[in-house]
């Protein structure tokens, strides 16, 4: 039979040889977590540089849309303008010639039909 003593020795041999183990196991997932956090921090910092890059394209796009639609809107204007001007030229250009046909007409009459 152990004496006393040392089987008080070996349960604290035991007891410590039981929290290294812990210890180590610990340390372990102390190893695993860090090496997750830097993985997703990676993870964290190229998708903050993608959404950084995301936002300057869609910002230049915005931006040529913008002038797209000032663009069109002047041409658009300028163009109702010009439509506007041709009925105008046509309209004169109908009372011109109406103007004119009476005035031969006229002439004609005056005239007695003969021309010189």
Not at 57 to 66: D, E, Q, V
Not at 93 to 100: D, P, Q, T, V, W
Request: with cysteine.
């Amino acid at each position: 039979m152990t004496p006393g003593w040392a089987r008080t020795r070996d349960d604290d041999a035991h007891g410590i040889e039981e929290l290294c183990q812990k210890r180590e196991e610990l340390c372990r997932q102390i190893q695993q977590e860090e090496e997750e956090k830097q993985r997703l921090q990676n993870e964290v910092r190229q998708l903050t540089e993608k959404l950084a890059r995301v936002n300057e394209n869609l910002a230049r796009k915005i931006a040529s849309r913008n002038e797209f639609d000032r663009t069109i809107a002047e041409t658009e204007a300028a163009y109702l303008k010009i439509l506007e001007s041709s009925q105008t030229l046509l309209s004169v250009l109908k009372r011109e010639a109406g103007n004119l046909t009476k005035a031969t007409a006229s002439e004609q009459k005056s005239s007695g039909g003969k021309e010189s």
